[in-house]
């Protein structure tokens, strides 16, 4: 099972493993102060898409189609992902303010899509 959650929500008993999936770590927040189980920078988007979608929801889509394809190419970094998931929660790590257009929900989707 895989959800999403905000870096500043609380942790629950129900997160399984913790995965922060930025390439930047989260504003305001000390690395003592995260409760996560492993950081995989190389998962987020590239700088250039980061930059280029801007948290913008009119570039959702196309934002969306750009993040698969960076992820197509590079199935080791998101396959281990989807193997803890198939065992338990896994929870997926983010830090935009927007909790329906971020790169966890893209990502949950993705790996939900490719079993």
């Known amino acids: 099972m895989i959800q999403i959650k905000r870096v500043y929500d609380e942790r629950e008993s129900t ?13 305001g927040i000390r ?13 987020a988007p590239s700088d ?7 948290h913008d929801p009119a570039k959702w889509e196309e934002f969306r189609r750009r ?12 396959q281990s992902l989807r193997e803890t998931a198939r065992r338990g929660a896994v929870t997926l790590l983010y830090s935009a303010r927007d909790t329906e257009h971020n790169n966890a929900r893209a990502l949950k989707e993705y790996l939900e899509q490719h079993p």
């Not at 690395?31 to 998962?43: A, G, I, Q, R, Y």
């Open 48 to 54: 250039g898409l980061r930059r280029w979608f801007a």
């Open 31 to 43: 690395k003592d102060d995260l409760p996560l189980d492993e950081w995989l920078k190389e998962v």
């Open 15 to 27: 997160d399984g493993m913790r995965v922060l999936v930025e390439r930047l770590w989260p504003r």
């Open 67 to 78: 993040y698969f394809t960076e992820l197509d190419a590079k199935p080791e970094v998101w």
